[in-house]
């Protein structure tokens, strides 16, 4: 082993490299996209026991599971969106895996999104957060931390007569993280990495529309954000390898130094 | 006269749970000329197609001219109580724990005589109307009430043997999202069920009505998605023992065939909600409801399953969810002899399209919520085991019993 990752795995033991798990329980009961009735609609996660060291299987457990490519934490991949239908290594079996390990800027928007569910992150915010913090590096995650992992799962939906309200960014910000700072992708904590309202934009659903058209990546319903540096932490975030899969739940982590 | 039921003692809990007994449970199958009635609530004699004399008990040919063929014909259900007697002492167990027990002859209007169950409000020589009823064995039975009705009539021991009352019984309704779930949970309360517990799935999304049925008297809501194992069996442990009558109100209705539409997705959600949801309720539920056959005046007594009519026939607009009802129906069928030893029935409502966002396009006739839960609680208090509830779905009965092929065609246009 060379001396980078004897060096790295002893910081793991020896606390001075901690690893923060940025992933929900998937269970059934956490809350799903909500599309109109009449379309397609994605699977929650569903947990049915095959044996329990019973007569079904004397010494074992395990269970069959279901659910959609887009449930719990999860990955998106550019097929995902029209706008990435047509690239290159666009599903979760063809991106390339050093594409999986990438450090990340955690822009605080926890405060914002306090005071205004349909807080949307805006090119000034950025600006802020890169006088704070520096620039953005091309190929680096930005996630935006909200708080939002933190409420029961009625406030996380946050659904109303008029749909979700739940903060994301707004069209100019990701066409300013995806062109101007080559990011490698775009994580939230919110069920979407859109915001609640984001068909509304123009274009709708910008953070999938300008992410996924330019080949990358999103993640969503993170956790634990809070526990996050502003820029460096390293995501650890490698999805199912589904043959052209969409996205797909994972464990998301993050190795923090100090 | 028969005193009102007063609400029942909270249970002795160093008493043993009392073990369902059936009554006496072998009949002829022309007998179940008289279950088939009893199971709808009608009311009728065997007949003669040749010579069309009635006759009672069913035979297996006429006594008059000895034609083996041999129907049912309604008449009047009206007649006369001719003698009663008490059984003080019965050397069946089921009715050696229930007595003293009441039985005697009606004389009917249309000529034959019946030896009955008689309800304690008949008086000896006086006006009675006889209905065949299911009793715990779920076979028909003579059952002689007074005519006219007596006040708190439901409430006689017998009586209440031969129904399904909701009084002062605990009620699950599984789905309390939907404008049937609370129609269903109003008129239980309204009927007098000492509680209604309302299934609630994903409490995180909003639903119209929700604040007016966390108000119902005697409503608790409770969470159950019917599509995760995990749930249904968390609230089975919760109150599975507390429940006396179920009424499964689910429904994942869609539109479209098998051809239009793309992949099996749509078809799975309606099994999921419709026959996978019921055999997880059976596997949660059924097993205490069984053992609770004879716990009291509130003992376990009914599960109610609501169906469209399509279940029976399948309905190519909206085949694949037809598919998935008549599977639902299937296992429901045998959710009844599973759960009868238990003295449970399992009672079968059938409906037309119904007043559902998903009907919209459809012209009415239409069945409103108000009015399928208006018979399920009559179905309970009469005892039914099958019930077709608006025009659509008693003209479907009709003429499936007409010419079943007649009707698949018809359909299909």
Same mark, same amino acid.
């Given at each position: 082993m060379s001396g980078t990752l004897t060096a790295m795995l002893a910081a793991i033991a020896g606390g001075g490299v901690k690893v923060v798990d940025l992933t929900f329980t998937l269970s059934p009961e956490f809350p799903a996209l909500v599309l109109p009735p009449e379309l397609g609609q994605c699977a929650p996660f569903r947990m049915e026991e095959v044996s329990r060291y019973d007569p079904r299987g004397p010494a074992w457990y395990w269970n069959n599971i279901s659910m959609s490519?887009?449930?719990?934490?999860?990955? $998106?991949?550019?097929?995902?969106?029209?706008?990435?239908? @047509?690239?290159?290594?666009?599903?979760? +079996?063809?991106?390339?895996? /050093? &594409?999986?390990?990438?450090?990340?800027?955690?822009? $605080?928007?926890?405060?914002?999104?306090?005071?205004?569910? @349909?807080?949307?992150?805006?090119?000034? +915010?950025?600006?802020?957060? /890169? &006088?704070?913090?520096?620039?953005?590096?091309?190929?680096?995650?930005?996630?935006?931390?909200?708080?939002?992992?933190?409420?029961?799962?009625?406030?996380?939906?946050?659904?109303?007569?008029?749909?979700?309200?739940?903060?994301g960014p707004s069209p100019e910000a990701m066409r300013f993280l995806v062109d101007e700072r080559g990011i490698l992708g775009f994580g939230t904590e919110t069920i979407g990495t859109d915001a609640g309202q984001a068909h509304h934009f123009a274009p709708p659903y910008p953070a999938h529309h300008f992410l996924h058209g330019a080949g990358r990546y999103g993640l969503q319903c993170l956790c634990n954000l809070d526990l996050l540096p502003p820029r460096g932490a390293v995501i650890v975030a490698a999805p199912l390898k589904i043959r052209q899969g969409s996205g797909s739940p994972l464990r998301v982590l993050a190795l923090v130094e100090g | 006269m028969t005193a009102p039921l007063p609400p029942p003692k909270r249970k002795n809990p160093l008493k043993r749970t009392r073990l369902p007994v059936s009554p006496p449970d072998l009949r002829s199958r022309q007998s179940h000329l008289l279950t088939r009635a009893a199971a709808e609530g009608r009311f009728g004699l065997p007949t003669c197609l040749d010579c069309g004399a009635l006759h009672y008990p069913p035979r297996d040919a006429c006594p008059h001219c000895l034609s083996?063929?041999?129907?049912?014909?309604?008449?009047?259900?009206?007649?006369?109580?001719?003698?009663?007697?008490?059984?003080?002492?019965?050397?069946?167990?089921?009715?050696?724990?229930?007595?003293?027990?009441?039985?005697?002859?009606?004389?009917?209007?249309?000529?034959?005589?019946?030896?009955?169950?008689?309800?304690?409000?008949?008086?000896?020589?006086?006006?009675?109307?006889?209905?065949?009823?299911?009793?715990?064995?779920g076979n028909a039975t003579a059952f002689a009430v007074p005519d006219p009705p007596s006040p708190n009539m439901m409430d006689d021991p017998q009586m209440r043997e031969m129904t399904l009352d909701p009084k002062h019984r605990r009620v699950l309704v599984t789905d309390g999202r939907t404008a049937l779930g609370q129609a269903m949970a109003k008129a239980l309360s309204d009927a007098g069920a000492a509680l209604v517990f309302v299934g609630i799935a994903e409490a995180w999304k909003p639903f119209p009505g929700s604040e007016r049925l966390s108000a119902m008297r005697g409503v608790e809501i409770m969470p159950l998605d019917m599509t995760d194992t995990d749930s249904v069996n968390d609230l089975a442990d919760a109150i599975g023992a507390r429940v006396d009558i179920i009424v499964n109100t689910g429904a994942h209705i869609r539109p479209g065939g098998l051809l239009e539409r793309k992949g099996v997705t749509v078809a799975r959600e309606e099994l999921e909600a419709g026959y996978l949801a019921l055999l997880r309720l059976a596997q949660g539920f059924g097993p205490v409801m069984r053992f609770r056959g004879a716990d009291g005046a509130n003992s376990a007594c009914a599960w109610v399953?609501?169906?469209?009519?399509?279940?029976?026939?399948?309905?190519?607009?909206?085949?694949?969810?037809?598919?998935?009802?008549?599977?639902?129906?299937?296992a429901s069928l045998s959710l009844r002899g599973e759960l009868r030893p238990g003295g449970v029935r399992v009672v079968h409502v059938f409906t037309g399209p119904t007043e559902d966002e998903w009907f919209q396009p459809l012209p009415p006739p239409k069945v409103a919520a108000g009015q399928i839960a208006s018979a399920v609680v009559d179905a309970l208090r009469r005892g039914l085991e099958d019930v077709y509830v608006g025009d659509v779905a008693q003209d479907f009965r009709a003429r499936l019993d007409l010419n079943p092929k007649a009707l698949e065609r018809e359909l299909g246009q």
């Open positions: 490519e887009h449930c719990g934490t999860h990955y $998106d991949a550019p097929i995902h969106w029209v706008t990435g239908k @047509d690239l290159p290594n666009n599903s979760v +079996d063809t991106i390339p895996v /050093e &594409r999986f390990l990438a450090p990340a800027c955690v822009i $605080d928007c926890s405060a914002q999104a306090a005071a205004d569910p @349909d807080f949307v992150l805006s090119t000034g +915010d950025i600006a802020a957060f /890169e &006088r704070d913090h520096g620039r953005i590096p091309a190929g680096w995650w930005v996630l935006m931390r909200t708080d939002w992992s933190k409420r029961d799962f009625t406030g996380y939906a946050n659904l109303r007569e008029d749909g979700a309200h739940t903060p | 083996s063929r041999i129907g049912m014909r309604e008449c009047s259900a009206l007649g006369t109580l001719a003698a009663t007697t008490t059984v003080q002492i019965s050397n069946n167990v089921y009715f050696r724990e229930r007595s003293p027990w009441r039985v005697g002859l009606v004389t009917l209007d249309a000529g034959p005589g019946v030896v009955a169950h008689v309800h304690g409000d008949c008086a000896d020589g006086g006006r009675v109307r006889l209905d065949w009823r299911l009793d715990r064995s399953n609501v169906f469209s009519i399509y279940a029976q026939m399948a309905w190519p607009a909206y085949g694949a969810w037809s598919a998935a009802q008549a599977a639902m129906l299937n």
